[in-house]
């Protein structure tokens, strides 16, 4: 199975700050990496997929790229609402793997 | 608009049967691939199983022999039937609608999700 590890596990951000949260994959996995938030006791939703291209709907300020098997997700600006917990995914080959998550709280 | 309900969840005792079931609208469900994707408690998210327009299945190895994606196309639903529950089977399980882009693959619409206990 192809392994996703993310980081920082958590950080602490304070609104307007940068931030930027990365993904690596155990082997490559072209640009098959999408991001989702999720909040507590809510769904995920998907931010970013195919590694850098923003869903329908999702605030510009969110975006990704690639570099071989790292990938980051930005956030430009951080606003109150993006203080969740990110989650990458690939979905080059089954089983589609999730990284761990990281979580994204108030300074 | 494209909804997910999930049901079906509920407390079960390890070795046990459950069929979940996620009622779909605004979209086919038999014309899409379909994911269910779990997450335990203070956990992150595990991939679970997916099942392609064609028919075509694939699984989790933890689900592997014991679970089984399927749809009813006259109903718009997709099943999650799951077998010789185990207490690591406890999580709340999504259904999730797939789709494809150029070079992605990806859950574009969530449902909200049912709990399965599994517990004595």
């Known amino acids: 199975d192809i392994q996703m590890t993310q980081s920082p596990s958590s950080l602490s951000a304070s609104v307007g700050d940068r931030v930027i949260i990365t993904c690596r994959a155990s082997q490559s996995i072209s640009t098959y990496l999408n991001w989702y938030q999720q909040k507590p006791g809510k769904a995920p939703k998907l931010l970013i997929y195919?590694?850098?291209s923003l869903q329908r709907g999702v605030p510009s300020r969110f975006s990704g790229s690639a570099s071989g098997t790292d990938f980051t997700l930005t956030i430009s600006s951080l606003q109150p609402e993006d203080f969740a917990t990110y989650f990458c995914?690939?979905?080059?080959?089954?089983?589609?793997?999730f990284g761990p998550g990281t979580k994204v709280d108030i300074k | 608009e494209v909804q997910l309900v999930e049901s079906g969840g509920g407390l079960v005792q390890p070795g046990g049967s459950l069929r979940l079931s996620c009622a779909a609208s605004g979209f086919t469900v038999s014309s899409n691939y379909m994911s269910w994707v779990r997450q335990a408690p203070g956990k992150g998210l595990e991939w679970v199983s997916v099942?392609?327009?064609?028919?075509?299945?694939y699984s989790a190895d933890s689900a592997k022999g014991r679970f089984t994606i399927s749809r009813d196309n006259s109903k718009n639903t997709l099943y999650l039937q799951m077998n010789s529950l185990r207490d690591e089977d406890t999580a709340v399980y999504y259904c999730a609608r797939d789709s494809s882009a150029s070079s992605g693959y990806y859950h574009d619409y969530w449902g909200q999700g049912t709990l399965v206990t599994v517990s004595s």
């Open positions: 195919a590694a850098s």
């Open positions: 099942i392609y327009p064609g028919g075509t299945t």
């Open positions: 995914q690939q979905s080059d080959i089954t089983p589609f793997t």
